[in-house]
């Protein structure tokens, strides 16, 4: 037994069980007809049984399944930033949050196909309620941040989460994926929650707080979808926050959320892996004592990489222009991309509703607008 079994992926030796165990499910059925048409099932139930490690799943059927989703539902993705990193160093993966499947299996496929280490990912554990999704997630080393607590058991859990992390970066030389907030950014302002800081440093043990960060060898990830296949189905929850009004969930939105991020149009996506963070927390050391400051630092700091590397598609111009009934970034994009991209927002939301129409176009275009206030310019 391990003090991580509540929360960890599964071992190498209990991949081949687990496996058998969903192999007959219908949604691995679904899975495998997408991922290999043609291919009879049979066939891959065998190779099933040559699976004995997560790197052998990872590799031989989900890589081949993320290829897919791009090959249906994208124009491409595209990296930069990774040739700057050591290929057998672990890092810590720091990345603003849009899609719940994608930014992470995005990322593994290009660690993947660069020679990088793969990472271990987090994930709530309000995703994976289903059997089938459980076992899937464990199976493609995600880790469960355990949500909705009481507040003592939320403390333990986020202990328990930070002494993990730590384990898989320090003992199992395993790079770690976690998003810079809790949940994913409706409304396209990316932000770094300094609890997701604490949470990391609950593990410092005698360290300084600067001299800890150190040691995880942070890397900002910024990942830009030129379509968000899920705008629409975030307008729920801002609009209700725009009428101050509690936003509970549906039933199966999250799973609706999951299938709806794999399967829709994403046009072009763009990954950029930031510098490692490192001088930058000597520099927070020498000028800051305060713990809570410094963490705010650090917080500032990501944020920056991320806004600053994040690839700003025509979508996001053309959003600023239309919510400002402007044409100052007319030469961004082409008459084409603007009138695709006003009939896109015409078909996900009622067009006649002013509230809805502009939170629609400010998820777009606030990327833009955070670039600019970095760069002190009303102009890119």
């Not at 790197?55 to 990774?82: M, N, P, V, Y």
């Not at 015409?346 to 129409?357: F, L």
Request: with cysteine.
């Amino acid at each position: 037994m391990s003090k991580y079994d509540e929360i960890r992926s599964f071992y190498d030796h209990e991949v081949n069980e687990a496996l058998a165990g969903i192999a007959c499910d219908p949604m691995m059925k679904a899975l495998m007809n997408f991922t290999f048409p043609g291919k009879e099932e049979k066939t891959w139930l065998e190779e099933f049984k040559n699976v004995h490690s997560i790197k052998d799943f990872q590799t031989h059927f989900i890589a081949f399944t993320i290829r897919q989703i791009l090959a249906k539902s994208s124009e491409g993705l595209t990296t930069s930033g990774f040739d700057q990193l050591d290929k057998n160093t672990p890092y810590l993966f720091i990345s603003n949050h849009r899609d719940i499947v994608l930014d992470t299996s995005l990322l593994n496929l290009v660690l993947l196909e660069t020679g990088h280490i793969m990472t271990a990912s987090a994930i709530g554990d309000n995703l994976v309620h289903r059997k089938f999704l459980h076992v899937l997630a464990k199976l493609n080393r995600n880790f469960l941040v355990q949500r909705g607590l009481p507040l003592r058991e939320q403390l333990k859990s986020s202990q328990l989460m930070s002494e993990y992390i730590n384990e898989l970066l320090h003992h199992e030389k395993r790079s770690v994926w976690i998003a810079q907030r809790e949940g994913r950014t409706k409304n396209g302002n990316d932000a770094t929650q300094q609890g997701v800081l604490k949470m990391l440093a609950m593990a410092a043990g005698d360290q300084t707080l600067t001299d800890y960060f150190k040691t995880l060898k942070i890397v900002p990830i910024s990942i830009s979808y030129e379509y968000d296949p899920t705008d629409s189905l975030k307008m729920p929850q801002l609009l209700a926050q725009h009428r101050d009004e509690q936003y509970i969930k549906g039933k199966n939105e999250d799973f609706n959320t999951m299938i709806s991020g794999v399967i829709g149009q994403k046009k072009r996506i763009h990954i950029h892996a930031g510098q490692v963070i490192d001088t930058e927390l000597d520099d927070i050391a020498a000028k800051i004592d305060n713990k809570n400051k410094q963490l705010q630092a650090l917080a500032q700091i990501i944020d920056h990489s991320i806004i600053r590397n994040y690839k700003l598609w025509p979508t996001k111009f053309i959003a600023y222009d239309l919510l400002h009934h402007t044409d100052t970034y007319a030469s961004q994009y082409s008459e084409q991309e603007k009138q695709l991209f006003v009939r896109r927002l015409e078909m996900r939301i009622n067009p006649s509703d002013a509230v809805s129409k502009e939170y629609f176009l400010s998820m777009y275009a606030n990327p833009l607008v955070n670039t600019m206030k970095l760069e002190g310019d009303s102009s890119i």
